[in-house]
């Protein structure tokens, strides 16, 4: 057996799982039950050290290359989930199945506080939600492409959703049909929407007639509209604008826009045109400016919505904080009081039981909406120390444990 792992501090889940047998075929008290799309091979749940697992059995061809694709789009910034380890050569165990010759596993880590939009929807997503999914999708869609990979399988299958500042976050989860490439073609990016619209339609579909969508959802429709909404925010961000010499104030406006979407710039190219105008094509790079930005001033790892939210907060505090002292305060300087003062505060006075159910970021943006709420509802500014008591008996008590069942019988999923 050979077994290749990404990160010796991330060891995955021992050698003593059964790798000389067929997935399908285990049986031990590691594996778990989490929901998750369907997929054309089986795949199943392990958790060790308070860290889930997620196994893939495939062909060692497309095992080894999956995991050389996840961790190239993980290295490039990608939300993919992280690959972890590949298992290959099974069939020269000791007492190894027939079945395992020229079979390879594939081990990820599971996304913690993630879903598939099939439970999202089941568990009675409103069409808000189902709207914001789709938009998680086509933006999703557009990272990629910009990155120059192409996915070949979009579906809800292949993508889980994480609570971001109250929308959601796309990931890719499968890349198995993927390719990496320096640029995509218009003509590979038509195609990459033209499966997604397909395979939208189908689960949609499928869910409408399972489980019901939320009213006003047309599956069809619904589906459809991820190409809208990827080729407006590609537009905005990869189209050209033209300008007269007098107007190079513009070259930082739409430098802001790119970045109040949360792109860098990596270059600008400024060209002359015959008639004498300029035209400016922005280089845009990987998106998550904002969460980049959160990351150099307090060290967190935060998602992209979430991180708006805490720069938001952060410059109120340095406003508050230049009123108060009468002189600027360094951005570096309140940003650290910011964490110290408020942020770590506010989140230490969440109760144990509770503070699991949701990510640290997701919880703080939430308390911030509630205390908008309960100050609109009062008349008066609430503080957060008011806030908290109250925001967690309306909301968090009645939030579910994260889902992690232990089940030595976990089911597995193979069509």
Request: net charge negative.
């Amino acid at each position: 057996m050979k077994l290749q792992v990404a990160s010796k501090k991330d060891f995955p889940t021992g050698l003593m799982l059964p790798w000389e047998q067929s997935l399908k075929d285990w049986d031990v008290k590691s594996l778990v039950t989490i929901s998750h799309g369907l997929s054309r091979n089986i795949v199943r749940f392990a958790s060790y050290r308070d860290v889930v697992y997620a196994i893939k059995e495939t062909s060692e061809r497309l095992a080894l290359r999956e995991y050389a694709l996840l961790r190239q789009l993980e290295d490039m910034g990608l939300p993919v989930v992280q690959a972890v380890s590949v298992v290959t050569e099974r069939a020269s165990l000791p007492n190894a199945s027939p079945a395992v010759t020229e079979r390879g596993l594939l081990v990820t880590r599971y996304l913690d506080r993630s879903l598939p939009l099939r439970s999202l929807i089941t568990s009675g997503a409103s069409n808000e939600q189902a709207q914001n999914l789709m938009d998680a999708v086509a933006e999703l869609l557009v990272r990629l492409h910009l990155a120059g990979f192409y996915w070949g399988d979009c579906s809800l299958s292949n993508t889980l959703f994480r609570l971001d500042a109250g929308l959601y976050a796309a990931y890719l989860v499968d890349a198995e049909t993927g390719e990496i490439h320096d640029t995509l073609s218009p003509g590979q990016r038509r195609l990459d929407l033209d499966i997604a619209a397909e395979n939208l339609g189908g689960e949609l579909l499928d869910l409408d007639a399972g489980f019901g969508l939320p009213e006003g959802v047309d599956p069809i429709e619904t589906a459809l509209s991820v190409e809208a909404r990827y080729q407006a925010l590609w537009d905005e961000i990869a189209h050209d604008e033209i300008f007269a010499p007098d107007e190079q104030y513009r070259i930082d406006a739409r430098i802001r826009r790119l970045n109040q979407l949360g792109y860098d710039v990596d270059e600008l190219e400024i060209e002359t045109l015959a008639d004498g105008q300029l035209r400016v094509h922005a280089d845009v790079v990987e998106a998550g400016y904002h969460r980049r930005l959160v990351k150099s001033l307090t060290g967190l790892e935060v998602q992209e919505n979430q991180a708006r939210r805490l720069l938001n907060d952060m410059y109120s505090f340095r406003a508050w904080q230049t009123g108060v002292q009468g002189q600027d305060i360094p951005e570096t300087t309140s940003a650290f009081r910011w964490f110290a003062e408020i942020y770590r505060p506010t989140l230490d006075a969440i109760p144990d039981e509770y503070r699991g159910k949701l990510d640290d970021a997701e919880i703080f943006h939430q308390l911030l909406e509630h205390r908008w709420y309960m100050s609109e509802q009062e008349g008066r500014e609430v503080s957060l120390d008011e806030v908290i008591p109250a925001y967690v008996d309306a909301v968090l008590a009645g939030l579910p444990e994260p889902e992690l069942t232990t089940n030595p019988l976990a089911v597995s999923v193979d069509l």
